[in-house]
């Protein structure tokens, strides 16, 4: 799968997913802080786990940028998910105390202990110490729900909210907007109006 079938992926899929089945009993308890409120300082430079503790383990972050690799590997134009901080951004969304959040931190987390047993089942190993190309055959069999097998269609779930929250930290970065060739979001000195040649095609000028 390349980046950009998983932008298009990820502009397409649904925000909410069901929970994944019995392993979302295996997640840690929620997160019990309490957040920023209702009106955060929006110019303020926030620092990972100071508006909450960050929750995941050292092996779930592990587990984490190896799957954040597989969805968006590096390739000759950006680095990869991983090497952005899309880790960073997971852990702080799983670990925010919200409903949502809370939500796909149970899904997440079951889809962690499904991807370990999936590995351990197969080939006697946490999905982590697998070899890259055992990896992708067990990413292969959920990346997919509607292709994906009756008994996995619970991890196809988890697959694409997680593909879901990789593109979009990915793209959100400086790395994946210069990926996709964004050109907004930067200060412009002066402003000289659409291009003539573009109002020209659009018959406005």
Known sequence: MDRRTTL???LAAGAAWPLLERRGALAAAAPTAHGYGTDPNLVANYH??????????????????????????ADEHSPSAAAVGVVE????????PYP????????????????DEEAARRFGKGFADLDTPLQHGICDDICDE????????????????YRDLSAGAFYSSPAGRKDLSYIGNVPLARFDGPP??????????
């Open 146 to 161: 509607s292709r994906a097998a009756t008994e996995r269609r619970a991890a196809a779930r988890f697959f694409a909210l």
């Open 89 to 96: 951004f997971i852990d702080e969304w799983v670990s925010a």
């Open 196 to 205: 003539p040649a573009l109002l020209k095609t659009l018959g406005l000028s």
């Open 48 to 73: 990972a786990g100071e508006l909450w503790p960050l929750t995941l383990t050292a092996s779930e972050r592990r587990l984490a940028g190896i799957l954040a690799d597989i969805i968006i590997p």
């Open 100 to 115: 949502a959040q809370q939500r796909d931190r149970t899904l997440v987390l079951g889809g962690f202990a499904w991807l």
């Open 8 to 10: 298009k992926w990820v």
